[in-house]
């Protein structure tokens, strides 16, 4: 698989082509994607996969899924199973290179022993407020723990009983001893291990201590030989840490860059916002089509190549920044518009009968598959004397500017004839049928005289329609920045009409020969796919996204104010 776009020298391409030219890692690129298996991935998560897949490729070089899973109360196999997935899905390849944290928990162990020994390393008896209250505040130095300054057997001896299961959580941790009024806080002895007796996904009951973070990343990435460690801005802080454990230890040093996390409009991207909206059933699970995982977004309709060109075109930088979700959607469009098959739908169905049209004669007309991909070739589409069309292409009373149906108006029905409408029939003041005439010398949509029409509807063939639920999105939150509103929680700010189900669309024959999570394009309506909720029963279709694009209308407004 290749970049879509060509990526421009961002200051992490600029970091490893110099590191390439001095030779640091003799020009070896190694990169890794650490997610930590307590929650489905999201399009910032996509951003961070792009760039470190995406640079190995580019380079020539490696990258390794690892699983960041040293905090067993949080993780899940649920979640290792969906994260392999969605990378899969779209488009990444880490061939052998699947790694588990957990699998070096003994070697990581050793590496404590080796700090201990050296005296680097002690174990502590003060309870995890107590530490707190004890590392100090940005403006004051913290206070040294009575036991920090505990033998080096005395410490080795209690490490040992800690991973023995001697003791009960939380009674001792193991902190490194560097230095209590260092500026920068996470230096401040932090915990490398801690006591905690739960059961890993993984290693089961063999552990009863545990590696905090800091500890365990940087030499994971150590162990695995990483050149550059890419992750986001909030590990700027724990750089320092990053490089004392590696250095302490004498031990292989990756360098560690930080670029800033992805935001979006009108959505949230923290796990722990995510896991709430799941759990307390505001959205219909992970994969629910409004949310930004990239399950979700999937289900929604949205392909791999369209994730990775945004990815690629946000570019890498170091400072936040939150994403238009029409940007998003500008991206979707343009991937979907290059390879979508084109269908005629009707979500919502007014009945129109051609009276000057056989009763029992069907034709079938050819209608282009892709307009954007002539390889797409044709298909035939039936026409007959009853059609369905689209409620709102038909108005009694129009307005000057309203070019569709209207009594006595005539448009082009796509692909077929001029048509004329005579008469609205009604049912308590509602229209429920047009009659009309067809002009059967405008067959293939125009007419020997050159006579022109203003408008092109879309429309299916009564007898022939196939019966579908259309679910259509809108945004999930009514504001730009759920989290940023003062005075509200983010979830009384999600949007009531964020979701909306339309039971009796009618469609062209062909989209029931599609599967679950084909992507196509309704004509006038929007990208739409077919979603796993479908049964031979009921065909449910997803609204992807509308034709149109709002951000190309704001790249405008913002031009116009400039
Ligand atoms: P947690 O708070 O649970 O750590 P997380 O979103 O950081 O949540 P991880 O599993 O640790 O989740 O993330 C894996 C990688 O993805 C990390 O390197 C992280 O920096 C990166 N990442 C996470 N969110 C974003 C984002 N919004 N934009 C870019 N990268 C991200
Ligand atoms: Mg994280």
New binding site residues.
């Given amino acids: 698989m290749t970049t879509e776009e060509k990526a421009p020298r961002d200051f992490i391409r600029q970091i490893i082509d110099e590191d390439n030219r001095t030779g640091k890692h003799g020009g070896r690129v190694h990169t890794r994607?650490?997610?930590?298996?307590?929650?489905f991935?999201?399009?910032?998560?996509?951003?961070?996969?792009c760039?470190?897949f995406g640079i190995a490729e580019e380079y020539g070089g490696k990258c390794n899924l690892r699983f960041?899973d040293t905090n067993p109360a949080?993780e899940e196999e649920i979640y290792v199973k969906s994260?392999i997935e969605d990378i899969k899905w779209l488009g990444f390849d880490w061939e052998d290179r699947l790694y588990f944290a957990s699998d070096y928990f003994d070697q990581l162990y050793d590496y404590a022993v080796q700090l201990t020994k050296k005296g680097s390393a002690y174990i502590d008896e003060m309870s995890a407020e107590e530490i707190s209250q004890y590392r100090g505040t940005l403006t004051t130095p913290g206070i040294e723990s009575k036991y920090r300054n505990r033998p080096v057997e005395e410490n080795l001896d209690l490490l040992e009983r800690m991973k023995a299961g001697e003791f009960g959580d939380g009674e001792y941790v193991l902190r490194a001893k560097i230095d209590m009024a260092h500026p920068n806080m996470n230096m401040r002895d932090p915990v490398v291990y801690r006591i905690l007796h739960a059961t890993h996904h993984n290693t089961g009951d063999k552990w009863c201590i545990y590696p905090l973070?800091d500890w365990a990343h940087g030499l994971e990435d150590s162990i695995e030989n990483i050149t550059h460690s890419?992750?986001?801005l909030?590990?700027e802080d724990h750089r320092p840490l990053y490089d004392w454990f590696l250095d302490e230890l004498g031990v292989y040093h990756p360098q560690q860059i930080e670029?800033?996390?992805?935001?979006l409009t009108y959505t949230v991207?923290?796990?722990?916002k995510l896991l709430e909206l799941v759990e307390d059933g505001h959205v219909n699970g992970w994969d629910d089509p409004r949310l930004p995982t990239l399950t979700g977004l999937k289900r929604r309709g949205y392909s791999p190549s369209a994730i990775r060109s945004f990815c690629g075109r946000i570019g890498v930088a170091k400072v936040h920044s939150t994403v238009d979700i029409e940007f998003l959607e500008h991206c979707l469009r343009d991937d979907l518009n290059k390879t979508s098959p084109r269908f005629m739908g009707v979500l919502h169905p007014l009945k129109l009968v051609i009276e000057n049209y056989p009763e029992d004669e069907v034709e079938e007309f050819d209608a282009i598959n892709n307009p954007e991909d002539p390889s797409a070739g044709t298909r035939k589409v039936p026409f007959s004397r009853v059609l369905y069309i689209e409620k709102d292409d038909f108005m009694e009373d129009p307005p000057k500017k309203f070019y569709r149906l209207a009594p006595g108006r005539e448009v082009r029905f796509r692909y077929a004839y001029f048509i004329t409408c005579k008469e609205a029939i009604k049912e308590d003041g509602e229209v429920t049928e047009l009659r009309c005439i067809v002009d059967l010398d405008t067959k293939g949509g125009d007419a020997p005289d050159g006579r022109k029409v203003k408008s092109t509807l879309h429309w299916v063939s009564a007898e022939h329609a196939v019966d579908a639920e259309a679910r259509l999105y809108d945004r999930l939150f009514t504001v730009p920045n759920p989290l940023g509103e003062k005075d509200a929680d983010f979830k009384d700010l999600i949007n009531p009409d964020s979701s909306e189900v339309l039971r009796s669309c009618k469609v062209e024959p062909g989209v029931k020969d599609l599967k679950p999570f084909d992507r196509f394009q309704f004509e006038r309506l929007g990208y739409f796919c077919v979603d796993p909720d479908t049964t031979s029963e009921n065909l449910v279709l997803n609204r992807t996204v509308g034709l149109r694009d709002e951000w190309a209308k704001i790249q405008k407004q913002q031009k116009a104010q400039r």
């Fill in positions: 994607f650490p997610p930590e298996p307590n929650g991935l999201h399009i910032g998560h996509a951003k961070s996969i760039i470190n960041d949080k994260i973070y890419i992750c986001s909030e590990f670029f800033a996390r992805l935001n991207m923290s796990k722990r």
